[in-house]
């Protein structure tokens, strides 16, 4: 991790917004320019001019000189990005007003390399700009005096002291209420009252964190979140729990490093370690992560030496089955990530009976030419797991449709059983097919699928670009189980929680919700045929506990959610901008009485991932 750049390029990914169209039609955006392009150079002031930080920053998110040229602007230079597309720097004027609403910190965007050094006393003129890192996605905005013409006062400064961010002043309430236009913009700050209103009144000034717990590992970005608030659920493990939608943790907060890692490494911290002493530097906000450190000075990290779990060993009599979303697994990929995967499943799973797999991506990987077989992709990985001294596992799945099941374009994701044919045996019943509905025949004891492996409802407008649920059924010891693997739709499209629209927009509910109903039917058909058909439902449903679309699954109580029979501490299997939440789920029928579940942590807690889900075990008797 000495060669990529701090932190990703300022660019529009990840998040579209979508806006309720009764809020379209009266949303008025300030006409801003969103690119934050340098343009031409503003001349250098030669004397300090009416205006300081906090007038340009004003009361609300959006600056009132918004727009407009200003010049002879002081401040002290207390950081320096010299990399990336977002090259330019940070001031902050040492003589703040009395108001806690408006932020004394401003960043001056240059395009190119800044020629300014830290505690330079500078004047910038140029023209105040609103940039937003992803206009569509939701984002808030930055407030930035652009194509700057600068003059350096003088060198060596103090700098301003920092603003400690802590526990004692993060306010326990994460957005306030949207204006008309369904925006926080309007509104005036209350930083005392709002974290999202804190922290924007921080924003381009020097902040500071003591003694902070690691709460997401350190990514390929050289990134990392931090616990800046004591007071957020913690879990077992030392993250911060995503609980519900009504009260996001508001004590996550990104760290990046001002200086390349090609000069100064970044450390490489899981979660629950510590960075001690003080982090120091301006407070940012980009599309990744929304408010974000990014440190002049680092703590110093010590090591939690947080462990990989392994499951408890199943008893003879116990089927066990798993889910793992092994990440766009390609014949391409390194050896080492076959490897590390396999470990996974033979070392930290114990090898179970059945192993719903997600991600398995067709035989070239991301090449897009029509290629839908996945049996090399499958092929090498079973090898990988016999290599690690697993078993010599049998799979089926069936092949998707050619670039109609989402995932990375030419991928073909699909889902796929491995199974222990020294365990369990699987039934094939033929019929099944890409675009054929899997069905129920029979009743009582009779119950059966209609294919096996089958596609449930392959043709709904539920499964529009998404993977469709592969199921199969098996028998273990005489008994008869229905086994259901599952990859969602994915939360491509929905707002972030730190978005100036309030409440954010989750507009990939609405699909996630189609197929948890459509899926839902299907079993409660097979508990219609068969009361005591026992049926699992694994994988990657891309929702959480609380969702509609987990509500709408376990309708009626035809299925049940293991997750929610953990101790809430041990409830998540994926971490995003530093919360742990499940996105990944085991369920089960009525009759499936006995049920030992596991979330078995070995990535998502990690720097090293083998993928970026946890995987999950249940021990059942049928």
Known sequence: MTTAPAPRPRRTLLRAALVPASLAASL???????????????????????????????????????????????????????YGSSKGFWIQDPN?????????????????????KVGDSVLVSGKITEYYPSLS?????????????????SSGNPLPAPVVVDTRNIPGTYSP?????????????????????????????????????????????????????????????????????????????????????????????NVGDELTGTTTGPLDYNNFGGYTLVAGTMGTLKDNHLQREVTAQASDRELTLATYNVENLAPNNPDSKFAELAQGIVTNLRSPDVVALEEIQDDNGSKNDG????????????AAIKAAGGPAYDWRSIDPQDGKDGGEPGGNIRQVFLFNPQRVSFTDIAGGGTTTAVGVTGTGAATALTASPGRIEPNDEAWTNSRKPLVGQFVFRGQKVFVIANHFNSKGGDQGIDSRFQQPTRSSEVQRLKQATVE???????????????????????????????????????????????????QYSYVYQGNSQVLDHILVSPEVGYAKYDVVHINSEFAQQASDHDPQVVRIKP
Not at 137 to 153: D, H, L, R
Not at 196 to 221: H, N, W
Not at 528 to 537: G, L, N, T
């Open 28 to 82: 008025v955006l300030v006409p801003l320019p969103v690119a934050n392009a340098a343009g031409a150079a503003t001349p250098a002031p030669t004397e300090a001019g009416p205006l300081r930080i906090h007038d340009i920053q004003g009361t609300t998110r959006i600056s009132p000189q918004a727009g407009k040229p200003v010049t002879g602007v002081p401040g002290i230079v207390t950081g320096v990005r010299a």
């Open 371 to 382: 290629t839908v077989d996945a049996s090399q992709t499958v092929a090498k990985f079973i």
């Open 520 to 570: 839902q039917a299907f079993v409660a058909q097979l508990l219609a045929a068969d009361k005591e058909a026992k049926v699992v439902s694994l994988g990657d449903f891309n929702d959480y506990q609380f969702s509609p679309a987990l509500a709408a699954l376990t309708k009626g109580g035809v299925l049940r959610d293991l997750v929610n029979e953990l101790p809430e501490t041990e």
């Open 137 to 153: 996605g939701g984002s808030q905005s930055v407030t930035e005096i652009s194509a700057p013409g600068i003059t350096v006062v």
């Open 177 to 269: 209420a949207a204006g008309a236009d369904g925006t926080i913009e309007g509104g005036k700050l209350d930083p005392e009252k709002y974290t999202l209103d804190f922290y924007e009144s921080l924003e381009g000034m020097l902040v500071q964190v003591k003694d902070v717990r690691v709460i997401q590992a350190t990514d390929k970005y050289n990134e990392l979140w931090v616990a800046a608030d004591r007071q957020d659920q913690r879990s077992k493990r030392g993250g911060v729990l995503y609980e519900s939608y009504r009260e996001p943790n508001v004590g996550r907060l990104m760290i990046q490093q001002l200086a390349p890692v090609s000069q100064q490494p970044f450390p490489v911290a």
């Open 96 to 116: 703040p007003d009395a108001d806690p609403a408006t932020s004394e910190g401003i960043f001056v965007f240059t395009g190119g390399n800044p020629t300014v």
